[in-house]
């Protein structure tokens, strides 16, 4: 039986090259589409709080979106970045004398041209060599410190741009949860929307014939629950080269090395949040946390199988999405926390 572990192992074991064939891109894509259809949930829970923007979006049939830097804890898919290999992997051929290398290595220079371009390396090669081993120490030296500040600064600007690359909303299989409804639906005052994303797989257009999907240009996924964060740290080393190149009016022939890795970081949480029972739907942006790109997207045309009122919501805010319940012909419900139960436990009644 596919479970979600079993999707996430897979999407961790599975990379999406920029130069695959289109072919067999396609065969992983629609293996993951048939994973994720297979395993979504019928019912997935949203939690708002109860303000003006919220109420326009359920009328509106819409569904929001948000850029990670939005989220509310800080440490939110955060990723790990192997400072010291990275600074290590720099200087490390720093014992050689590469020019030197280069110019007398035949089968060398062969393998460093088809990985970096012959441009990069002619250009390398034609450089002087050391000319003494103090001159080659005193290089390493200034290099090092060198290389330290700026994977420092890079580390830094990559973080900023991996939390920039997607749009993201955030659900969970749960609606019963005490702590949910006090973290996320303003201390029970707000209230849980039902949607099931399982047909969204799948939509009729206006068009006869014409299937259409949710997910063609975003991804639902399961969040994995860890002590470990996931590991960034080639993306971070692949960048550097390729900044290194683009400075130097060059292209690296290197590919990028997943396309399915801009997903693969935002479905890493701490151990401490498992019970929020997480899915997340992933639309990529781009990787420019300068641009002027709005922080927020919505699904449009979508419509909650049910509204969950929280148990200390106010009137005024009751009776608003009791009109709109009426409105949009969407059940509609009251969570309570039972009195007369032993056990702390919430429990919905109709309205």
Same mark, same amino acid.
């Given at each position: 039986?596919r479970?979600?572990?079993?999707?996430?192992?897979?999407?961790?074991?599975?990379?999406i090259?920029?130069?695959?064939?289109?072919?067999?891109?396609?065969?992983?894509?629609?293996?993951?589409?048939?994973?994720?259809?297979?395993?979504?949930?019928d019912?997935?829970?949203r939690y708002?709080?109860?303000?003006?923007?919220?109420?326009?979006?359920?009328?509106?049939?819409?569904?929001l979106l948000?850029?990670?830097?939005?989220?509310?804890?800080?440490?939110?898919?955060?990723?790990?970045?192997n400072?010291?290999k990275?600074?290590?992997?720099?200087?490390?051929?720093q014992e050689?004398?590469?020019?030197?290398k280069?110019?007398?290595?035949?089968?060398?220079?062969?393998?460093?041209?088809?990985l970096?371009?012959?441009?990069f390396?002619?250009k390398?090669?034609?450089l002087?060599?050391?000319?003494s081993?103090?001159?080659?120490?005193?290089?390493?030296?200034a &290099?090092?410190?060198?290389?330290?500040?700026?994977?420092?600064q890079?580390?830094?600007e990559s973080?900023?741009?991996?939390?920039?690359?997607s749009?993201?909303a955030c659900?969970?299989?749960?609606?019963?949860?005490?702590?949910?409804w006090s973290?996320?639906?303003?201390?029970?005052?707000?209230?849980?929307?039902?949607?099931?994303?399982?047909?969204?797989?799948?939509?009729?257009t206006?068009?006869?014939g014409?299937? &259409?999907?949710?997910?063609?240009?975003?991804?639902?996924?399961?969040?994995?629950?860890?002590?470990?964060?996931?590991?960034?740290?080639?993306?971070?080393?692949f960048?550097?080269i390729?900044?290194?190149?683009?400075?130097?009016?060059?292209?690296?022939?290197?590919?990028?090395?997943?396309?399915?890795?801009?997903?693969?970081?935002?479905?890493?949480?701490?151990?401490?949040?498992?019970?929020?029972?997480?899915w997340?739907?992933?639309?990529?942006?781009?990787?420019?946390?300068?641009?002027?790109?709005p922080?927020?997207?919505?699904?449009?045309?979508i419509?909650?199988?049910?509204?969950?009122?929280?148990?200390?919501?106010?009137?005024?805010?009751?009776?608003?999405?009791?009109?709109i319940?009426?409105?949009?012909?969407?059940?509609?419900?009251q969570?309570?926390l039972?009195?007369?139960?032993?056990?702390?436990?919430?429990?919905?009644t109709?309205?």
């Open positions: 039986m479970t979600k572990e079993h999707l996430i192992n897979f999407l961790l074991e599975t990379e090259p920029d130069d695959l064939e289109s072919k067999e891109e396609s065969k992983i894509v629609s293996k993951i589409f048939k994973y994720c259809l297979d395993i979504t949930p019912n997935l829970y708002r709080t109860c303000n003006e923007r919220n109420f326009q979006t359920l009328l509106e049939d819409k569904f948000t850029k990670p830097t939005l989220f509310n804890d800080p440490y939110d898919s955060l990723l790990y970045i400072r010291d990275i600074i290590s992997d720099l200087t490390k051929n050689d004398d590469i020019v030197e280069l110019q007398n290595d035949a089968q060398f220079k062969e393998e460093q041209t088809q970096l371009g012959k441009d390396v002619e390398y090669a034609n002087e060599p050391f000319k081993s103090t001159e080659k120490e005193i290089f390493k030296t &290099a090092e410190k060198i290389y330290t500040k700026f994977v420092d890079l580390i830094d973080l900023k741009s991996m939390r920039q690359s749009l993201v659900l969970s299989e749960d609606f019963e949860s005490i702590l949910m973290h996320y639906a303003d201390n029970h005052r707000g209230f849980v929307l039902n949607y099931d994303f399982k047909s969204r797989y799948s939509i009729k206006k068009i006869p014409v299937i &259409a999907t949710e997910f063609a240009d975003k991804k639902l996924f399961p969040v994995r629950y860890s002590d470990e964060r996931f590991d960034a740290t080639y993306y971070v080393e960048h550097f390729d900044n290194y190149f683009r400075s130097m009016g060059l292209k690296l022939n290197k590919p990028f090395f997943d396309k399915l890795f801009y997903y693969k970081i935002l479905l890493f949480k701490s151990t401490n949040w498992a019970y929020e029972k997480e997340r739907i992933i639309s990529q942006t781009n990787l420019n946390y300068n641009d002027e790109k922080n927020v997207n919505f699904i449009t045309d419509k909650p199988k049910e509204i969950l009122l929280g148990s200390k919501i106010s009137n005024e805010d009751r009776y608003k999405l009791l009109k319940s009426e409105q949009k012909e969407i059940p509609i419900y969570m309570n039972e009195p007369f139960e032993k056990e702390y436990k919430l429990t919905k109709s309205i």
